[in-house]
């Protein structure tokens, strides 16, 4: 596995975006957090803890990988609680094609919230039939396929505590 960024960086960067949302969120008497599972898990719960203003979290899944490529996007499950009226910053782990995003985009719009904001811990630098407007990118990456940090392989490599491009023999695509 080749180490495309390391534990240190990834904390900093989130150190960062959490001082941004902060910041951007000062005023906001209902802020919500919604994850997209199961990636973004790892760094939501990084991002959450380096927001100071008071806020909660939400969950949705969306199921569109299969081994190395990407489907058609499938909910799994819908939000867990209620985001009308509330101030709504997305977190997703990855961005690639942005099709995931636009179901969970269309999810949380459905229910009426003040605002929506979309923050990512990685977007890939590649053509898109969609560009999604997002406030908060912690990297920018190329195409390679990574795993880590929350990312994964069949469900394998979550647990890493970086971002790394696995090596051939590691994964079967």
Do not use: H
Not at 76 to 103: F, S
């Amino acid at each position: 596995m080749r180490v495309l960024l390391s534990s240190n960086q990834i904390q900093a960067r989130v150190r960062e975006m959490g001082a941004g949302i902060s910041r951007d969120y000062a005023t906001s008497t209902d802020l919500v957090l919604v994850g997209v599972m199961r990636g973004s898990v790892c760094f939501l719960a990084d991002l959450m803890r380096a927001i100071d203003r008071p806020l909660r979290i939400d969950f949705c899944a969306v199921r569109s990988y299969s081994g190395t490529s990407g489907g058609t996007p499938e909910l799994v499950t819908n939000l867990l609680g209620d985001v009308r009226g509330a101030d709504v910053v997305i977190v997703e782990d990855i961005i690639e094609r942005g099709v995931t995003l636009q179901a969970v985009m269309q999810l949380v719009e459905r229910q009426e919230p003040k605002s929506v904001a979309l923050c990512t811990l990685l977007r890939k630098d590649i053509v898109r039939n969609w560009e999604p407007k997002v406030r908060y990118v912690g990297f920018e990456i190329g195409p390679e396929f990574v795993v880590g940090y929350g990312l994964d392989y069949e469900q394998r490599f979550r647990n890493l505590p970086y971002v790394g491009i696995p090596d051939p023999g590691e994964i079967d695509g």
